[in-house]
């Protein structure tokens, strides 16, 4: 990659560079946190929130193809990049006046209904008003054919190249296994005695057919647009985790970030996305945004307990703690630029200046394509997720469908151990231990379901969205409830809460506390809705292309 030349865009009508190997959102990102999004209900600014693919903050149109994410696309040259969904810019959008004149929300569910001679209009508006952007232009350039799909048919596929589907990997090329090793990661290290596909998104894993040698087929993409399928006997997913939102007065503002947006945003300069940040959290997340941005942390806010390393790293670099705080409201239009906090305990409210919000309390598994699977999951009340249940071994109760790591909720530092097991389980060799290894805690409560309990008694002041890629209030759920309709699913249908981009990835383990506080059971009562494929948006280009070249050329 070095001595690779920078690739010239548009963006808008501004010249940009992308440097070798870095993002659309990394680059324009080196011009400040950059606007990209407007809210499609309220046209609320929205900023990059995730930095991994999966939320609504960073989508942007690229030469007429609507909907790609900044932090997942490689400019190339000439490349003419356009924001969508708001008029005339992200940063003075007029539409936005819905935000400041329905303070209560659209009620898109009742309204527009009456006179009915208006219909017609009603829906011109609601159009407009609504949506991720205009389709693709048909047209003005001709139509590029997706590439050939890449084919193969291995013995293990590893789904995830992080610390322990390496781990899993390293074991078995030790074994004399060769695996394919499928990594999200756009610039990946190559896998030591294993076969990498990387920038590879895996979306569809349907639960294995027959008795034969290579019962899984995983259906994916690599970006931006080349399907991918693998036939494989063994799967392994090592697919990890991901860093959950909060509920608060505008956790929507730009700026309110995951641990993981904000390590995106970082860029490949290591540079710091933000000069006074928030962290949220007091667990082992928090130390390693510490280690990453220490200087630009103004302080750590936890609604529970902060642990004692963290206080010890925090209180070396004279970061002030505020451990079992609520966080009220962020304020900030463009961008935050403070949040409001009071301790739980009772106490004033205070306000501290910052100008980003780090989340980092709360990790939760990429477990979509468990349930796709089929695997039998269980509810972990520790983190509040479902995880899927496992024999010593780490195989899942889909014969030949292993977990480890992050996704199956195996303690840090027992991931090498779980990796060793996984490892020679697939092999085939003596089971080398069978007693379960340390996971996170079977028995609840969440710590956060005694935070929101704490706040569903409290007046709120602000906008809480509940959802932000369908723009649905937490008031909104709240009112699904008095209404007397129950449990997730059917919320879901009711209020369009789990129903966007992110296919509820930030707003479901939320809404599922919430729920449970309401509706007085425990959140596994409350349900969840069905995982379907694919686990995240996939260009039907790449599937299209598998369909019509059912024995095409096995790609690089
Ligand atoms: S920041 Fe790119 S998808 Fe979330």
Known sequence: MAGAPERRFFFGRARRSARPGETLLDALAR????????????????????????????????????????????????????????????????????????????????????????????????RRLAGYGAAPEVGRTPPTPPPPPVRRTVDVAIVGGGVAGRAVAAHLAHGGAHPLVVDRALAPEPVAGGELLASTTVTFLPAPVGTGDHRFTLLGFEEPDRGVEVTARTVVLASGGYDAA??????????????????????????????????????????????????????????????????????????????????????????????TLEPR????????????????????????????????????????????????????????????????????????????????????????????????????????????????????????VACACEDVLLHEVEEAHARGYRGIEVIKRYTGVGTGLCQGRYCLPDALLVLSILEGRPAPEVGYITQRPPAVPTPLAAFAAMADSPTGPEGA
């Open 345 to 464: 305990g009772g106490g004033a409210r205070f306000v501290l200046s910052c100008d980003a919000v780090v989340l980092a309390h709360r990790r939760l598994p990429t477990s979509q394509l468990l349930f796709q699977a089929g695997a039998r999951m269980e509810w972990r009340g520790g983190p509040g997720a479902y995880y899927p249940v496992l024999a010593p071994s780490g195989e899942t109760s889909v014969p030949g469908l292993y977990a480890v790591g992050d996704v199956a909720g195996i303690l840090a530092d027992a991931n090498e151990r779980a990796a060793e097991r996984v490892a020679a389980a697939v092999l085939g060799a003596p089971a080398s231990g069978e007693e379960p290894l340390p996971r996170v805690a079977l028995e609840g409560p969440n710590e956060l379901e005694g935070y929101y309990r704490e706040l569903a008694s409290l007046p709120r002041s602000g906008r809480w």
């Open 246 to 339: 909060l509920l608060f007065g505008g956790n929507d503002r730009p700026g309110v970030v995951t641990a993981d947006g904000a390590f995106a945003l970082c860029g490949r300069d290591g540079r710091r996305p933000f000069r006074r940040a928030v962290v949220v959290g007091g667990g082992d997340r928090v130390g390693e945004v510490l280690d990453r941005f220490g200087d630009a942390v103004a302080a750590v806010v936890a609604p529970g307990g902060i642990s004692p390393p963290v206080v010890r790293r925090a209180s070396d670099e004279g970061i002030p703690l505020y451990p079992r705080s609520r966080i009220r409201s962020a304020a900030g239009r463009g961008r935050v630029r403070s949040l």
């Open 31 to 126: 011009g400040g946190w950059p606007a990209l999004q407007r809210s499609i209900r309220y046209h609320r600014p929205r900023g990059p929130f995730c930095g991994v693919g999966y939320c609504t903050g960073c989508l942007v149109r690229v030469n007429g193809r609507p909907n790609v994410r900044a932090c997942r696309y490689v400019p190339t040259d000439g490349d003419r990049v356009a924001t969508e969904n708001s008029w005339p810019s992200p940063r003075f959008d007029v539409l936005g006046a819905i935000d400041f004149l329905f303070p209560h929300g659209i009620d898109t569910l009742h309204g527009f209904v009456r006179p009915r001679w208006a219909t017609r209009a009603y829906h011109r508006v609601v």
